[in-house]
């Protein structure tokens, strides 16, 4: 699986949008672009996905570069509770099971 | 809806016992995963199944066995335990389609000593 680089930690006052950015310049035709997030003692969990066009859906919106070598994960307005690591994974699925590769992910910290 | 339920949530053993960690799903999905998680670190893949009687390793099985002798049940066995299986386990489980998401327990935090 193409690997994908964030950063290690970010900040965004409560409230506010934050934009989570995550490069993956070996992105094959195939591979979808995935979001995870994964709060403090707890499992991970979905947030998105997508393969070109931009997507929405209740917790995020996944904006893909026109050339997919890098994505934004926006959240709109901030809340304590989205205060967790973020994991960007490409996923191809034709191949697998369905694995996930995880990276570092980025530490989101929420101000109030 | 209970999801994917693991037990124990917390156990400490000593060197070279032996325990498995369980792992049901209430969402008949056909794929079932058991991943680690150290300090500071993304999760990695230990083993992974497909369906009932069919497992196969991850990224990082050594020291582990699993079993998966029916669609709900998922367990990971730890044989002689050493120091460097200290981690956070969680298992996931998500329906055949690559792109449908998988879903995770809560974990087991294990520690040797």
């Known amino acids: 699986d193409a690997k994908t680089t964030q950063p290690n930690s970010m900040e965004s006052n409560e409230e506010e949008p934050v934009h989570l950015p995550c490069n993956h310049s070996?992105?094959?035709?195939?591979?979808?672009i995935h979001w995870y997030r994964q709060l403090p003692s707890q499992g991970p969990e979905y947030v998105i996905h997508?393969?070109?066009s931009n997507v929405n859906n209740r917790m995020a919106s996944l904006a893909i570069a026109e050339d997919r070598k890098s994505s934004t994960l926006i959240l709109h307005r901030a809340t304590l509770r989205d205060a967790a690591v973020y994991y960007c994974?490409?996923?191809?699925?034709?191949?697998?099971?369905?694995?996930?590769?995880f990276g570092t992910g980025t530490r989101l910290t929420v101000i109030p | 809806n209970a999801g994917v339920t693991q037990t124990p949530k917390f156990r400490i053993l000593k060197i070279g016992q032996s325990m498995t960690l369980q792992c049901t799903q209430d969402?008949?999905?056909?794929?079932m995963y058991w991943y680690r998680q150290d300090p500071g670190m993304g999760l990695k893949l230990i083993y992974y199944?497909?369906?009932?009687?069919?497992?196969d390793k991850g990224e990082v099985p050594n020291g582990y066995n699993v079993s998966r002798s029916t669609t709900e049940d998922f367990p990971l066995r730890l044989e002689l335990a050493a120091p460097s299986q200290t981690s956070v386990y969680f298992c996931?489980?998500?329906?055949?389609?690559?792109?449908?998401?998988?879903?995770f327990g809560d974990g087991t935090r294990l520690s040797i000593l």
């Open positions: 996931a489980s998500s329906r055949v389609d690559g792109n449908q998401p998988q879903h």
């Open positions: 070996t992105i094959s035709g195939t591979d979808y």
């Open positions: 997508g393969l070109t």
């Open positions: 994974i490409l996923r191809d699925p034709q191949t697998g099971a369905n694995n996930l590769f």
């Open positions: 969402m008949n999905h056909n794929y």
């Open positions: 199944s497909v369906g009932a009687g069919i497992t």
